[in-house]
């Protein structure tokens, strides 16, 4: 298939500012073969809603996205509907939702396929969480804690460093949390609504999970001591902890959460803070593998 024309949405500060070395190549290719492209360059001031405006404005048939996990939940909100075929090309620092479409492909292979004679096409399910869409995983507690405290960092190290300093310092510090889970009491440490099967930098957090079965696996991490916490991370870092009783697994279509007390969250990696939370699928995506 021939794209007529392709938007690519590039974040320029992805993995420390080095996604360039993803783009160059790209756009090299691009002319090469004669493709007509719109380029937009993420600045985190009104991304979602500028790159909407350029959709309205150009009949897109092709959206490359060269960034991480942000990158793709920012071109995510942005969608006016799910019938534009996205490529994602890995450019950030985890990439857990490239990982597990393009398994160990090299990044010039994954560049090369829109150009592919015969091509493939990965649908995906698309949830949404109070109004935002999400597309790998939702979080709520522990690691939403992570994530709104790794994005206020400012300080002279690589994303990975500070998500490794604020995991280890809320081992340590992060309080559980009570809430209604679909109507039902419960106390919390962590509640994973997992899509993939890896997030939040390569922990199988789900790894039963299936992207494109239109349930959700809900991981549930009880109220636990200081001693299971660092029991428990490197078996969730390997996808072991499913059978502990510490946690509650289930696969459901929609989840509610309500609580008194406002709860950090994130959505593929992007923090929010809300006391209620309504998860529920919204649609399918395709991405060309």
């Given at each position: ?31 090469q073969e004669g493709f007509a492209y719109s380029l937009y360059q993420t600045n985190g001031n009104d991304d ?242």
């Open positions: 298939m021939i794209y007529q024309h392709t938007l690519i949405v590039f974040n320029p500060a992805a993995q420390g500012g080095k996604s360039h070395l993803a783009l160059t190549p790209y756009l090299t290719i691009l002319k979602t809603e500028k790159i909407q405006k350029l959709m309205d404005e150009h009949p897109f048939d092709l959206i490359s996205i060269v960034g991480g996990d942000g990158t793709i939940n920012i071109t995510l909100q942005a969608l006016p509907h799910f019938d534009t075929p996205l490529h994602i090309i890995p450019a950030g620092t985890g990439n857990d939702l490239v990982k597990m479409l393009y398994s160990n492909q090299s990044l010039q292979r994954i560049l090369q396929i829109p150009f592919n004679n015969q091509q493939e096409f990965s649908s995906i399910d698309v949830w949404t969480c109070n109004q935002k869409r999400f597309i790998n995983g939702f979080g709520a507690g522990f690691d939403g804690a992570i994530a709104q405290k790794t994005q206020l960092k400012k300080i002279l190290f690589s994303s990975q460093a500070k998500y490794w300093i604020e995991i280890i310092k809320h081992l340590f510090i992060y309080r559980s949390f009570q809430a209604k889970i679909n109507g039902e009491n419960k106390q919390v440490f962590m509640l994973s609504a997992a899509n993939g099967k890896v997030y939040g930098g390569g922990f199988k957090v789900a790894p039963n999970a299936n992207i494109s079965d239109g349930k959700l696996e809900i991981i549930l991490c009880k109220r636990v001591s200081l001693f299971k916490r660092m029991y428990f991370l490197p078996l969730v870092k390997l996808g072991r902890h499913l059978h502990k009783s510490a946690i509650e697994y289930q696969q459901l279509e929609e989840i509610t959460i309500a609580s008194d007390c406002p709860i950090p969250a994130q959505l593929d990696g992007e923090p929010l803070i809300e006391k209620n939370f309504h998860i529920r699928k919204t649609g399918q995506v395709k991405v060309i593998v």
